[in-house]
C-alpha cells in the first residue's frame, strides 16, 4: 500500500477533479506490476496496472493492492470492478471507499459478490489525508480550501501601502518557489480585489514546473482595473463582479447584492468541479473565510522584517499543528480540524 500511495502521488495536480489512485499487483513478495491514475479521462490505476502486467493470466494467488475502492459504474471508463473480474484477480486490498456516490461501496460489493477476497481499511488515514481535497468536495460540497499568507515578524501582512513601502516582499527565495508549487497542485487561486489593485499580481505557475490554476477575483465593486496582470493570457481565469465588465475578455458570474460572496463563490467553483481552492488573500478575504469557519488548511508564513505598522495578519482559532524552517522564514501549518500533525510527514 506505501508504493500504492507513491504511484498515485505522481499524479498530484494532473489527476483533478479525480481521485489519486495507484495499483500495485504483488505476488508474495514481489511486484508484478503498478499503475497509476495520470489524469481525468485518461485509463484508470487498475487498468494501467494490468496493461504492464499484460495479457498472460494473473496468478491465483496474486492481489492487487489500490488506495481506493474501484469504480462500479460506467464513467469515461468501463467499471474496474468487472474488469479485475474478468481478468481473474482473487484479492484485493484497498485502502478506504469511495465515497462518490456513483461507487459507495458498489465496487467492494461487485468484487465479493464474484468471489472476490476484499480487505478494507490499509493505510487508510493515510490515505484519506492524501485525497482529501476529492474528500471533502464529495463529503461537504464545496472545494478544499487553503488559506495562505505571509506575516512579518511582528505580525502585519504589508506596511501600509504598496509605494510607501521600503520591505516589498516578506519572504525568502525559498518560500517563494514553495508556493509556486502549492499553486501548481490545486485547481484554483483566489484573490480579493484589493490585492489585484495594490500588488498586481500574475497568480500564475512560473518558479517550478506545473499546471497554473484558475485564477479567480473576487471584485464585487468593480476596482479592479482592465490591465491587471491577473486578466492577461497564459491561463484562465473568473471574475466574481456585481455587475458585467465589458471591458474585461474573462469568465464572469456576477454576485447579487444581497447573495454571499464566499457562498457563492464555493458553490460556482464545485459546480466547475474544482476540488481545491488556495486563498492567497487580502486580509478582508482570508477572515471572512476564518469568521464563517469555510477553511480546511492555513499555510502561514513568518519572514524576518519589522515593520512596526501597517495591516494586522488574520486570527486563526488554533495553534500551528506543525512548524518548519523554509530558508530565513518559518511556515506554520494549521488544520481546521486539527488533523494529526503527521500528516505532513507523509
Ligand atoms: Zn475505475
Same mark, same amino acid.
Given at each position: 500500500m506505501a508504493r500504492a500511495l507513491q504511484l498515485a502521488?505522481?499524479?498530484?495536480?494532473?489527476?483533478a477533479p479525480n481521485p489519486m489512485v495507484g495499483a500495485v499487483l504483488v505476488q508474495g513478495d514481489r511486484i508484478l506490476a503498478e499503475g497509476w491514475?495520470?489524469?481525468?479521462g485518461g485509463p484508470h490505476a487498475e487498468v494501467e496496472c494490468l496493461r504492464a502486467f499484460g495479457d498472460g493470466p494473473v496468478p491465483e494467488d496474486a492481489v492487487m493492492v489500490l488506495n481506493l475502492e474501484p469504480c462500479s459504474h460506467h464513467g469515461r471508463t468501463p467499471p474496474c470492478a468487472d474488469m479485475l473480474v474478468e481478468r481473474g484477480v482473487k484479492h484485493v486490498v484497498v485502502a478506504h471507499a469511495d465515497p462518490f456516490p456513483e461507487v459507495a461501496g458498489k465496487g467492494i460489493a461487485r468484487l465479493r459478490g464474484a468471489g472476490v477476497r476484499v480487505d478494507v481499511g490499509v493505510r487508510e488515514a493515510e490515505a484519506r489525508w492524501m485525497n482529501r481535497r476529492f474528500l471533502t468536495s464529495v463529503n461537504e460540497g464545496r472545494p478544499y480550501v487553503i488559506l495562505k499568507w505571509a506575516r512579518s515578524?511582528?505580525? %502585519? /501582512?504589508?506596511?501600509?501601502?504598496r509605494t510607501e513601502r521600503?520591505?516589498?516582499?516578506?519572504?525568502?527565495a525559498d518560500s517563494h518557489t514553495l508556493v509556486h508549487r502549492w499553486r501548481s497542485e490545486e485547481q484554483a487561486i483566489l484573490v480579493g480585489s484589493r490585492t489585484v489593485i495594490n500588488d498586481?499580481?500574475?497568480?500564475?505557475? %512560473? /518558479?517550478?514546473a506545473g499546471r497554473s490554476p484558475l485564477r479567480v477575483v473576487l471584485d464585487r465593486d468593480e476596482r479592479?482595473?482592465?490591465?491587471?496582470?491577473?486578466?492577461?493570457?497564459g491561463s484562465p481565469a473568473l471574475l466574481f463582479t456585481g455587475r458585467s465588465r465589458a471591458d474585461l475578455a474573462v469568465d464572469q458570474v456576477i454576485v447579487p447584492k444581497d447573495a454571499d460572496p464566499i457562498s457563492t463563490m464555493l458553490n460556482e467553483l464545485h459546480h466547475r468541479q474544482v476540488r481545491s481552492v488556495l486563498v492567497e488573500g487580502g486580509a478582508m478575504l482570508l477572515q471572512h473565510f476564518i469568521e464563517r469557519d469555510l477553511w480546511d488548511e492555513a499555510r502561514v508564513f513568518t519572514g524576518p522584517?519589522?515593520?512596526?505598522?501597517?495591516t494586522p495578519a488574520p486570527d486563526l482559532p488554533h495553534a500551528p499543528l506543525r512548524t518548519e524552517n523554509i530558508g530565513e522564514d518559518l511556515l506554520h501549518r494549521f488544520h481546521r480540524t486539527q488533523h494529526p500533525a503527521d500528516a505532513w510527514c507523509w
Open positions: 502521488r505522481n499524479a498530484t495536480g494532473t489527476a491514475h495520470k489524469q481525468a515578524a511582528d505580525g %502585519r /501582512l504589508d506596511a501600509g501601502p521600503v520591505v516589498q516582499r516578506i519572504t525568502g498586481d499580481p500574475e497568480l500564475t505557475v %512560473r /518558479l517550478v479592479t482595473p482592465a490591465g491587471s496582470r491577473v486578466y492577461g493570457g522584517p519589522h515593520f512596526g505598522k501597517g
